[in-house]
């Protein structure tokens, strides 16, 4: 159905200006009395959820509500089978085995300066997902030689 600028001005209760600007982008069809008429479904879409800058269709919002629901239901699903493992239990094994592994090179037969390096070197490891942040770094008290 083609609706015009009159038209939807009423429908939605917008200026008629403000319809002008947001369906600039639009390309209108020529009617009677030199009328611009515009698809109905895409200038109510335009007008509601935006023009090209965040502008994205019903059904492309239909497929994204769709992949986040089914990611929502897979990560459910992982929680109930107990696949995931909390990560506050991620982080105190691995403070445990970082400890572990400390006590080890300090009661090593390496010099002093050995054990200090490598234990810097332990200090500056990063995380299985890349180079760490200054928050992620392990807790320097775990490596105080």
């Known amino acids: 159905m083609q609706?015009?600028?009159?038209?939807?001005?009423?429908?939605?209760?917008?200026d008629r200006s403000t319809i002008r600007r947001l369906l600039s982008d639009l390309k209108p069809v020529r009617g009677s009395h030199s009328a611009k008429l515009y698809e109905s479904k895409l200038a109510l879409e335009t007008l509601?959820?935006?023009?090209?800058?965040?502008f994205i269709?019903?059904?492309?919002?239909?497929?994204?509500?769709?992949?986040?629901?089914?990611?929502?239901?897979?990560?459910?699903?992982?929680?109930?089978?107990?696949?995931?493992?909390?990560?506050?239990?991620?982080?105190?094994?691995?403070?445990?085995?970082?400890?572990?592994?400390?006590?080890?090179?300090?009661?090593?037969?390496?010099?002093?300066?050995?054990?200090?390096?490598?234990?810097a070197r332990l200090r500056e490891l990063p995380w299985l997902d890349g180079p760490q942040t200054e928050d992620q770094r392990v807790d320097p008290v775990l490596w105080r030689s």
Do not use: C, H, W
């Open 3 to 14: 609706v015009s600028q009159n038209q939807l001005s009423e429908l939605t209760g917008k």
């Open 48 to 54: 509601y959820l935006g023009n090209e800058n965040g």
């Open 57 to 119: 269709t019903t059904a492309e919002a239909v497929r994204r509500l769709t992949i986040a629901k089914e990611k929502e239901i897979v990560l459910d699903m992982e929680i109930k089978r107990g696949a995931r493992i909390p990560i506050e239990v991620v982080e105190q094994i691995s403070k445990e085995v970082f400890m572990q592994v400390r006590g080890v090179i300090i009661a090593s037969k390496l010099s002093q300066e050995e054990k200090n390096e490598i234990l």
